[in-house]
């Protein structure tokens, strides 16, 4: 590609459907926005405790082509996701708001053996493979999974712990002693 060269900009459509067939190797740059409810994207759901109204995800992304030393321009997607949604506290075991901001930036190459030689070092854009049919509703998808807290949890002191969190009993339960497995070796070797 002619680096003077510009190319057309074409606006994505905001429609869930729409965005599971970009033509990421056509010579064209792209930008679109729009918002993603839960329910638009399946996986997500099924990590959801709960979905309430205007939870989901506000998307942006644009790319561009950019010069790379001692080969042919790249061409680059900036992908932004902000929203919410509700997961389960692992303290307390109730519903548990968790908002995410996150930006993504990743460069667009031609076959997986180059995706897969391209240098894990970079930290600033991870590879992916363009395609005529690419499905950029599952990468948002898979950018906001593996955006998710391993451990998803209230601020400290907005809940307490619940009581099977950490093996607490009732009160009126009797607590079922175990004996030490050591002290029952030692009794083993003291028996033979």
């Known amino acids: 590609m ?27 740059s792209y930008r679109g926005a729009g918002f993603l409810t839960i329910s638009d994207m399946p996986r997500l ?14 998307w942006q992304m644009e790319t ?10 790249r061409q680059i997607l900036e992908l932004g996701l902000k929203g919410r949604l509700q997961l389960v ?3 307390c075991l109730q519903d548990c708001t968790v908002d995410l901001d996150e930006k993504r930036r990743f460069v667009l190459l031609a076959t997986e053996a180059e ?19 690419f499905n950029l509703l599952e990468t948002i998808e898979d950018e906001v999974l593996l955006s998710l807290p391993l451990i ?18 009732d009160e009126g339960e009797v607590v079922d002693e175990r004996e030490n497995p050591f002290n029952i070796l030692k009794n083993m070797k003291k028996n033979s």
């Open 2 to 28: 002619n680096r003077n060269q510009v190319l057309p900009q074409v606006q994505l459509s905001a429609d869930p459907s729409a965005l599971k067939k970009v033509d990421f190797c056509a010579p064209q």
């Open 45 to 58: 759901a099924e990590e959801a405790s709960a979905i309430n109204p205007g939870d989901g995800f506000d």
């Open 64 to 73: 561009h082509f950019e010069d790379s030393p001692g080969s042919e321009s």
């Open 89 to 91: 506290c692992q303290r």
């Open 115 to 133: 995706a897969d030689d391209y240098p894990m070092e970079d930290e600033e854009q991870e590879p992916l493979v363009a395609s005529q049919h």
């Open 152 to 169: 998803p949890k209230h601020p400290e002191g907005f809940c307490e712990p619940h009581a099977s969190v950490f093996g607490l009993e």
